[in-house]
């Protein structure tokens, strides 16, 4: 695989061999440096690339290189791959905010228009562009260089390649952007792109890292998504795992916690992950919202919390990185109602069996297959445990992969993508109601 060579403004760590408890103190050290300037840590060997983002002493963003160019990861799954990941090397960059923010944008959108260099008019396209839009972002990609020229209220603001600091002369920005593809078109076409949507994110668990923590990096990301432990009476009932943006609460069907009482609202609070925690926020709820016993419209949630709602308790917890996960509170009691169209009060508590294996529903031919293995194949081929039929099915295997009480499922092979919920991704942990789409074929997971 060619490796992308991103444009810097300056080096901060050479390329060095990554050894875990090195790149531990270097990327706390980065972290520190980042609330000066952005940082964008760079891993990579001959068969992968990964870039880390940094900002404001936060991780923001991940993205992984793929050969349409590169697929957003979370942080969790970055430290996931990269204990899996063979000699890679990793080199740090400093870079000014609106690189970082440029970086980003062609990072993680779509652009408006994409075609090859040798099938348009360059100074046409710019001009165009600039009539059209004030602010906007054109690349020239090759499989190792990336050219990019930044538009900002109708001025061409930034051309980046390479070492950005380097003396241009008495070009101006456009003229150096067309230059240098002019110049490097005679080795290999450039793909351009024209981005006008400008709109970044982070990703979905992106957040600071405490500054009283000791333990690794890969322990933080890898071995703490929240816990809610939802109780009556101080018995618990169910437990869910927080792995998303957002998780909300309510009486209604279509809530990620679903408590079939009066005693709660329809709508009746959310809990956002953002990059400095996790909150939580009333939404106008008729009983109110409390937090370890005081009614609050919103605040920052930390583990050992108590929300109240209703009659229900729901312990807040992040797991240490050595704590013994205790299964048996999802098998222990049963809140009548929860994801059910059975009628309840909501204060009946009653024994729960032995948990029955989950089932992935196929809707095409309402098919039912039980996860009852470790490991399951989704594919074309014979080996299959479920089997996509019909001429036109990708050629894109999958596995869903049994991990303690959780169930994983991640693209093994083949150029299509998987999505799931209507997001593309390659990696997820199961909850129950997931939509899985491969191909035109849709799964439901249900527990």
Request: net charge neutral; with cysteine; glycine share 6%.
């Amino acid at each position: 695989m060619s490796r992308l060579q991103i444009p810097y403004d300056r080096v901060l760590i050479n390329p060095t061999d990554f050894e875990a408890q090195a790149f531990d103190l270097k990327v706390k050290q980065l972290l520190e440096a980042s609330c000066r300037t952005p940082v964008v840590v760079e891993l990579f060997n001959d068969y992968i690339q990964y870039l880390l983002f940094m900002n404001d002493g936060q991780f923001y963003w991940a993205g992984v290189r793929s050969p349409g160019g590169f697929d957003c990861i979370s942080i969790r799954e970055f430290f996931s791959r990269l204990r899996r990941t063979q000699f890679p090397k990793f080199i740090a960059y400093e870079i000014n905010l609106l690189l970082y923010h440029s970086l980003l944008v062609f990072l993680q959108n779509k652009p408006d228009l994409k075609v090859s260099s040798n099938l348009v008019n360059l100074d046409e396209l710019l001009e165009r562009s600039e009539k059209e839009h004030s602010n906007s972002l054109i690349t020239a990609f090759q499989p190792r260089n990336l050219i990019m020229l930044r538009y900002k209220d109708d001025h061409a603001v930034s051309c980046y390649h390479g070492m950005t600091n380097r003396t241009k002369g008495n070009l101006d920005k456009r003229e150096e952007f067309l230059v240098k593809i002019y110049t490097m078109t005679a080795h290999s076409v450039f793909e351009i792109n024209l981005f006008t949507n400008l709109v970044v994110t982070h990703s979905e668990d992106a957040r600071h890292l405490p500054q009283d923590y000791c333990g690794s990096l890969e322990s933080y990301f890898m071995s703490n998504p929240p816990k809610l432990i939802v109780r009556l009476k101080n018995r618990p009932l169910k437990t869910y795992t927080f792995t998303g943006k957002q998780l909300t609460i309510g009486r209604l069907p279509d809530n990620d916690i679903v408590i079939d009482n009066l005693s709660v609202s329809r709508k009746h609070a959310v809990i956002h992950a953002w990059k400095s925690g996790y909150h939580i926020k009333d939404l106008d709820s008729k009983n109110h919202t409390y937090l370890n016993g005081q009614k609050v419209d919103s605040g920052e949630l930390n583990t050992g919390d108590m929300i109240t709602i209703g009659k229900y308790q729901i312990h807040f917890q992040i797991p240490a990185s050595d704590e013994i996960q205790n299964d048996n509170l999802d098998q222990t009691m049963i809140i009548p109602g929860f994801h059910s169209s059975g009628q309840s009060n909501g204060t009946e508590i009653s024994q729960a069996r032995e948990e029955s294996p989950p089932k992935l529903f196929r809707r095409s031919d309402q098919e039912e297959f039980t996860l009852d293995s470790d490991r399951t194949v989704i594919g074309k081929g014979s080996d299959s445990n479920i089997r996509l039929s019909g001429i036109f099915s990708p050629r894109v295997t999958a596995e869903i992969k049994k991990c303690e009480s959780d169930f994983i499922i991640r693209k093994t092979s083949g150029r299509k993508d998987i999505s799931i919920n209507g997001e593309r991704m390659t990696e997820k942990i199961l909850e129950e109601e997931d939509l899985i789409l491969i191909g035109s074929e849709e799964f439901v997971f249900k527990r």
